[in-house]
């Protein structure tokens, strides 16, 4: 069965500290990975996807095939960067993704 | 450049009436794919339209239909209303059927009372 893991729900860290959102999955032949976020009354939009393998407002994700994981990584949080943040694999070439449950974000001053 | 449009924004029902929401895609976009979130937990796939057929059903009962309009709007309906069905159901659009970003739009928040 499809599956993704955002092991934590909430992640508070301070302004300018490093930040790794978690994302583990399970899922059958080689997914796309892709992370949403939310910022408040806004709606969900694209952060990355791994195949650019680039990076967006300072974000980056590696996908670890062996591990079987996407984490999401940022290494100065910024208090703008506060957003609910969604892991989502994707059937390669195809259209249904995968969420998990979310990780809220919050970078305090 | 208009993003992908849902209408209502709300909407409250009862149990066992039936519900109808739309979509209006990016223009260009010929997918559309439903989705429902339940408070607190991610988005789940109900339905991937292209090209007017579908493409693609998530796990959900019979009660739950969609269609595409040959100008790629869809709509998503809902009959027999239960307490369950509470949850904001959002709507994604993509260029084609497949191997593309999708992107969200603002959703419609349906309560039953």
């Known amino acids: 069965a499809q599956r993704v893991t955002q092991p934590e729900k909430l992640l508070s860290v301070f302004k300018g500290a490093p930040v790794e959102l978690k994302c583990n999955y399970s899922y059958s032949g080689s997914p796309e990975l892709f992370w949403y976020v939310q910022y408040s009354r806004q709606r969900l939009q694209l952060l990355l996807r791994?195949?650019s393998r680039e990076s967006i407002k300072g974000f980056t994700a590696d996908l670890n095939k062996g591990e079987t994981s996407f984490h999401l990584k940022k290494p100065f949080a910024q208090e703008e960067d506060s957003a609910m943040y969604y892991c989502?694999?994707?059937?390669?070439?195809?259209?249904?993704?995968?969420f998990g449950e979310g990780t809220q974000l919050t970078v305090n001053p | 450049d208009a993003g992908v449009t849902q209408s209502p924004t709300h909407l409250i029902k009862t149990r066992g009436q039936h519900v109808t929401l739309r979509c209006s895609p990016i223009?260009?976009?010929?997918?559309v794919s439903w989705y429902q979130q339940v408070l607190g937990q991610g988005p789940q796939f109900i339905f991937q339209?292209?090209?007017?057929?579908?493409?693609g059903r998530g796990n959900f009962p019979d009660r739950f239909s969609a269609r595409q309009f040959p100008n790629y709007s869809s709509e998503l309906n809902v009959n027999a209303l239960l307490l369950g069905d509470s949850a904001l159901y959002l709507c994604?659009?993509?260029?084609?059927?497949?191997?593309?970003?999708?992107?969200f739009g603002d959703g419609t928040r349906l309560s039953i009372l």
């Open positions: 339209y292209y090209e007017k057929e579908e493409r």
């Open positions: 791994h195949i």
């Open positions: 989502a694999p994707r059937q390669h070439g195809g259209s249904r993704l995968t």
């Open positions: 994604a659009s993509s260029p084609m059927g497949s191997g593309q970003p999708q992107h």
């Open positions: 223009s260009g976009h010929k997918s």
